[in-house]
């Protein structure tokens, strides 16, 4: 395991083979959504953040990609750690973002508070990464879209009714709207917004 070496904690180090290995995970996860995805982590961030948010941010985000941290999220040592290894500009208002952290999901804002993208350009929208404790396929929700053959059953630890009735009203607004990606333990998984979730259905 990779050990943070100074206060601003440690970030990938082959930036170019580490971050391309990461961009196939999400990218995976986000084509077979509700697939649970185990990547090996590679960066020591400062909490709350955790390893595989913030490997996702590395891979993802640069001085053009503004992010929005949570309460939670929004520590200095957070804030200096994204500019310092991702050169990424931290906004406080969350309809700028590029990118959103929600390190609570208990008191997650509204996806609708978010960049939805225009009809001319619906991926200029934001992206929102949720982390949790836990993912499992074992029960929760049902996932129905696009790579989906039929349904898939999913559940993210701390993820109440009321936040997955959200991810539906933001599937309602497609081809507009967010993509979410699950963060968890070692291990992510995506929630586009061309997927619908069956909220009668949790267990």
């Known amino acids: 395991m990779p050990v943070a070496s100074d206060a601003l904690g440690s970030a990938f180090q082959d930036p170019p083979l580490d971050s391309s290995r990461m961009f196939r995970s999400i990218m995976n996860a986000i084509a077979w959504p509700g697939v649970i995805k185990k990547v090996d982590t590679l960066s020591v961030p400062p909490e709350p953040l955790t390893a595989v948010t913030a490997d996702c941010l590395l891979t993802l985000v640069d001085f053009d990609t503004p992010v ?27 309809e700028r973002a590029a990118f959103a952290v929600i390190a ?10 978010f960049a939805q993208g225009t009809a001319e350009y619906p991926d200029r929208s934001a992206t929102v990464i949720v982390q949790t404790g836990a993912l499992s396929s074992d029960e929760g929700v049902t996932f129905r879209g696009p790579g989906i053959a039929s349904r ?13 009735a959200d991810i539906e009203r933001n599937h309602q607004g497609f081809p507009l709207g967010v993509d979410v990606i699950f963060s968890g333990p070692n291990c992510l998984a995506a929630c586009p917004r061309s997927v619908g979730i069956a909220v009668s259905e949790t267990v």
């Open 104 to 113: 609570d999901p208990q008191s997650m804002p509204s996806l609708a508070v």
């Open 152 to 164: 898939r059953v999913f559940s993210a630890a701390g993820i109440s009714e009321t936040v997955w």
């Open 68 to 94: 929005w941290l949570d309460h939670r999220a929004r520590t200095d040592e957070v804030s200096a750690y994204l500019r310092f290894h991702a050169g990424c500009p931290i906004v406080d208002a969350p």
